[in-house]
């Protein structure tokens, strides 16, 4: 490599992406440093400190693999760890691999630019930091931008307000409050439940009701997670060869949820909502294809809420319509039970849609109520919001907001056509946030590697995603987008929570044929990428 530039590579964010990019490249022999705006490492578990976040897929699955010393030391508590539990797992990591000299945390990353003539980019910060460096990394997470909704009057409200994602390090104390909290998706789902515990009053406002299955959270067993550990890359293998790459206590069977007789399909729900978590959806091949086959797994859903919540009319609108799973499923600890709290009250926004916020509450269209606090639990701008936030221009002086306005558009989700030696960790057009991402995070970090790798024993020192690929490969991911049940609804995958957003699918459903796929691309080459010295 030439040594023009201050670093051979700039990675941005110092989440579980960020952080295994960062100890790669040291591997490698790579001159990297990494940029965080949080505090500390763990991106999403460094933000997200609302009451009762964790994780939903389980613990023993969702940690590293690429350290059998790390995966052997570490002992998960739980089977879904708490959120201070994952955050202290993300330092433990640092301190080992001694990342932290490497990472320059309380800084924004505000612009990338590529410079066509010397091939390197020039990465500007907040503390007005300038690098150069051969290769930019953007590990900024898919769901570390929040979305905190437009509401008429948002600014205006004197109590306190909290978004999710941004939690108070210090905890927030609800005794004796009245509490409103907007939206209904997996945040809320984990909050509500110990918000309700603790306000005077908690008012629910809910514009689309979310599908959630139990937890079943429960401290790990000794047995089951040193059983684990003795083969733990035999199970770590199994679970990856699932769609989602997400293992399941049950066996997956290839058949459809149509062919079986009721009671049979019955008994599936049952024993899947019986074991709790995210693989209620793997009970049959075509749920997410079939819309009779889905119908079942949400009458099943719908049935369960009508027997917990004691008030007939509430469990009624507690009850989604929409196709199960098109949506991210919720995994929740009480939740629906919450409501049958004397204290806890649910606002359908769909018969009364908030009106405005008020220095004193919330009104929507029947009333007004006095609230001393407010969380917005409105979620992300998912994909492309940490990426458009940056001022990124590729060759050409093209800006990635322009080429990104009618949706984003990349080859495998990893690179992006003229933009030259950048590349995307779980990025659209990849399967990232449809899997366990722990999984994607490393397989996607291990790809760019070995790209890097490649291209240096060979003497290249640019690559770029060729347009025609990158066409052909948004075309493939629309179309199995279009084969599944996945664009009937509002979701934020399609970008629709955020108003004025490009509508497209952005995610690719299917992790093992897309890493055999990226194994294919780097073993010709890195076909469908422009490779120069
Ligand atoms: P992040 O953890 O989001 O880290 C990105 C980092 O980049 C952030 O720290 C951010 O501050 C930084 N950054 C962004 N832009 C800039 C910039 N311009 N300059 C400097 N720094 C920047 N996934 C699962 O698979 N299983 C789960 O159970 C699960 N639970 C989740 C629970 C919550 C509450 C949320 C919000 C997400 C959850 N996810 C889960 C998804 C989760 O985001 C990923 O699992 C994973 O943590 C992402 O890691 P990352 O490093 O890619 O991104
Ligand atoms: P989300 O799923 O996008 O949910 C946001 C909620 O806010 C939705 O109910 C949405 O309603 C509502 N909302 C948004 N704008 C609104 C407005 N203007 N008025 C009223 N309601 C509004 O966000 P999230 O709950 O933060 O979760 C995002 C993702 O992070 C999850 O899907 C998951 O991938 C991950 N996550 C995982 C866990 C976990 O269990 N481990 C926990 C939290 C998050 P609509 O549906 O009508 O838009």
Avoid at 249 to 264: D, F, G, H, K, N
Avoid at 346 to 370: A, F, K, M, N, Y
Wanted: charged share 25%.
């Amino acid at each position: 490599m030439t040594e023009d530039h201050d670093l051979d590579v700039v990675i941005v964010g110092a989440g579980f992406a960020g952080m295994y990019m960062l100890h790669k490249a040291r591997g490698l022999g790579l001159s990297a440093r990494c940029i965080e705006a949080g505090g500390d490492v763990g991106g999403t578990w460094y933000w997200n400190r609302y009451p009762g976040a964790r994780c939903d897929v389980e613990s023993m699955q969702y940690s590293y693999e690429f350290s059998d010393e790390l995966q052997q030391e570490w002992d998960w508590s739980e089977r879904y760890a708490t959120q201070p539990e994952i955050l202290s797992y993300a330092q433990h990591v640092a301190d080992r691999f001694d990342l932290r000299d490497d990472i320059q945390f309380d800084t924004r990353v505000e612009s990338a630019t590529f410079d066509d003539t010397t091939g390197q980019w020039t990465v500007r910060t907040d503390h007005g930091d300038e690098l150069t460096a051969r290769y930019v990394v953007m590990a900024t997470g898919c769901l570390s931008s929040t979305n905190l909704p437009d509401i008429p009057g948002r600014d205006s409200f004197e109590g306190a307000s909290y978004h999710t994602g941004r939690w108070p390090h210090e905890g927030v104390d609800f005794t004796g409050l009245r509490v409103g909290v907007i939206g209904t998706g997996s945040s809320a789902i984990q909050s509500i439940p110990l918000i309700g515990q603790e306000a005077a009053e908690l008012h629910v406002f809910q514009r689309t009701p979310s599908y959630s299955v139990p937890a079943h959270n429960r401290p790990l067993d000794p047995d089951e997670r040193e059983r684990i550990k003795a083969d733990y890359a035999a199970f770590r293998d199994v679970n990856r060869l699932t769609p989602t790459a997400i293992g399941g206590r049950r066996p997956s069977i290839e058949r459809s949820a149509l062919e079986v007789s009721e009671e049979e399909r019955r008994a599936e729900y049952e024993a899947r909502w019986a074991d709790g978590g995210l693989t209620y959806l793997g009970a049959f091949t075509d749920l997410l294809i079939d819309p009779a086959a889905n119908a079942t797994a949400a009458d099943f859903i719908r049935e369960q809420i009508e027997a917990i919540v004691e008030d007939p009319e509430v469990a009624k609108r507690l009850m989604p319509d929409t196709v199960v799973g098109c949506k991210r499923m919720c995994v929740d600890t009480g939740y629906y039970a919450t409501f049958n709290r004397p204290n806890v009250h649910l606002v359908d926004l769909r018969e009364t849609p908030i009106e405005e916020i008020t220095p004193g509450g919330i009104r929507t269209s029947d009333t007004h109520r006095e609230l001393d606090a407010i969380v917005f639990a409105t979620g992300f701008d998912a994909m492309t919001g940490a990426l458009l936030r940056i001022d990124i221009k590729g060759r050409d002086g093209q800006t990635l907001q322009d080429a990104w306005e009618a949706g984003p558009r990349t080859y495998l989700g990893l690179g992006i056509a003229g933009f030259p030696n950048l590349f995307v960790i779980t990025g659209p057009g990849s399967p990232s946030v449809l899997t366990n991402m722990l999984v994607s995070i490393q397989h996607h970090v291990e790809w760019i590697a070995d790209c890097i790798a490649h291209m240096r024993e060979r003497g290249l020192h640019r690559i770029e995603a060729t347009l025609d690929a990158q066409d052909q490969w948004v075309d493939y991911v629309n179309m199995v987008a279009d084969f599944t049940l996945f664009p009937s609804c509002n979701s934020w995958y399609l970008g629709a929570n955020v108003p004025g957003k490009a509508r497209v699918f952005m995610p690719l459903l299917g992790f093992p044929p897309y890493v055999e796929r990226c194994t294919e691309v780097a073993e010709k080459g890195y076909e469908g990428f422009a490779l120069q010295a």
